[in-house]
């Protein structure tokens, strides 16, 4: 199970030779999104990575969609940019941890501890 998450949304330079890109589905009206960089240090492979608006019980699809990110791997999603909410699970769907108001915004970088 993972571990209570602490995100740290850190605004900071993308360098796209070193970063690996998954694919999100297409959850997101085109134009709508910026790139993030999601660090993944929970100990476990993220499978699924969800956002609700700030104290809304509604959550979108998965983010991640057939992409996963293993522990110590870095990923780039396009996310829409703003105030979120963001819950991660493993792949057996455990964990359901979620951090409360996350400033997504271009380049800003997501680490999962």
């Given at each position: 199970?993972?571990?209570?998450?602490?995100?740290?949304?850190?605004?900071?330079?993308?360098?796209?030779?070193?970063?690996?890109?998954?694919?999100?589905?297409?959850?997101?009206?085109?134009?709508?999104?910026?790139?993030?960089?999601l660090v993944n240090?929970?100990?476990?492979?993220?499978?699924?990575?969800?956002?609700?608006?700030?104290?809304?019980?509604?959550?979108?699809?998965?983010?991640?969609?057939?992409?996963?990110?293993?522990?110590?791997?870095?990923?780039?999603?396009?996310?829409?940019?703003?105030?979120?909410?963001?819950?991660i699970e493993n792949?057996?769907?455990?964990?359901?941890?979620?951090l409360r108001g996350?400033?997504?915004?271009?380049?800003?970088?997501?680490?999962?501890?």
């Amino acid at each position: 199970m993972l571990a209570p998450v602490r995100l740290f949304a850190a605004s900071l330079l993308l360098f796209a030779s070193s970063v690996a890109c998954a694919s999100s589905p297409a959850v997101f009206a085109d134009g709508m999104t910026v790139p993030v960089s999601l660090v993944n240090r929970t100990g476990e492979t993220i499978c699924f990575l969800y956002l609700s608006p700030i104290n809304d019980d509604s959550w979108t699809g998965d983010v991640l969609g057939s992409a996963t990110v293993p522990e110590g791997a870095t990923r780039t999603i396009r996310v829409p940019p703003g105030n979120w909410d963001v819950r991660i699970e493993n792949c057996q769907h455990e964990g359901g941890s979620i951090l409360r108001g996350a400033r997504i915004a271009r380049g800003s970088a997501l680490v999962l501890q």
